[in-house]
């Protein structure tokens, strides 16, 4: 099993749609988790930080369920600039300071 | 306030020749991360350097070595490079008491 696990998708959704994305991870001691965004052959960019309680920022909402292992995303109100590659990182358990990444979840909106 | 950097911003070789690819910190970041990105897979994470030590590596040969220096830059040096070197290479850099990394444009490396 993969440490962390996403969707690759593409999900391919109309503006204004609300689309979730789901990561899974394998270490239950993991401590933090992250949602980065990546635009095609650009760098990672910090997205949101996942917290136990959940977090939300605008259209962005983020879950942490610790007992299934998984992370979500979700993105209400679709835009067209949302499209880019949504990727799930997990920092090692022994070591706070590596950050395991999954291979991203294509997201493409329409308009 | 000066973001990450990364030099040079794209890089063609051919298979045995050496590399060195450079990275400077955000300001006030005192820990460097590398990463190896190939086309369309997630980032993997090479090594951390922290007080101009390798704290961390991941699975990369010997191959992969690098450098910090005494104002927190770092570089990376890839020897008898491979056609399955050319990657997108990323830099991050971070606060040592926490985890958000930042990233810097990469280095496009193409290997021949």
């Known amino acids: 099993r993969k440490e962390v696990e996403q969707d690759p998708g593409p999900f391919n959704v109309p503006e204004g749609a609300t689309v979730a994305f789901n990561c899974t991870y394998s270490n239950s001691a993991s401590q933090s988790f992250f949602w980065y965004r990546q635009d095609c052959r650009k760098e990672p960019k910090l997205l949101m930080s996942v917290y136990s309680s959940g977090n939300e920022d605008g259209r962005f909402t983020a879950q942490l369920n610790r007992a299934s292992q998984y992370i979500s995303l979700l993105i209400r109100d679709s835009k067209l600039s949302d499209s880019a590659t949504y990727l799930c990182?997990?920092?090692?358990?022994?070591?706070?300071?590596?950050?395991?990444w999954g291979l991203g979840t294509s997201l493409a909106v329409n308009p | 306030d000066a973001g990450v950097t990364q030099s040079p911003t794209h890089l063609i070789k051919t298979r045995g020749q050496q590399v060195t690819l450079r990275c400077s910190p955000k300001?006030?970041?005192?820990?460097v991360s590398w990463y190896q990105q190939a086309l369309g897979q997630g980032p993997q994470f090479i090594f951390q350097y922290y007080e101009e030590e390798e704290r961390q590596r991941g699975n990369f040969p010997d191959r992969f070595s690098g450098h910090q220096f005494p104002n927190y830059s770092s570089e990376l040096n890839v020897n008898a490079l491979l056609l399955g070197d050319s990657a997108l290479y990323l830099c991050a850099s971070s606060l040592s008491a926490q985890e958000t990394q930042y990233f810097g444009p990469g280095t496009r490396l193409l290997v021949l």
């Open positions: 990182v997990v920092t090692d358990a022994g070591n706070n300071r590596k950050l395991i």
């Open positions: 300001s006030g970041h005192d820990t």
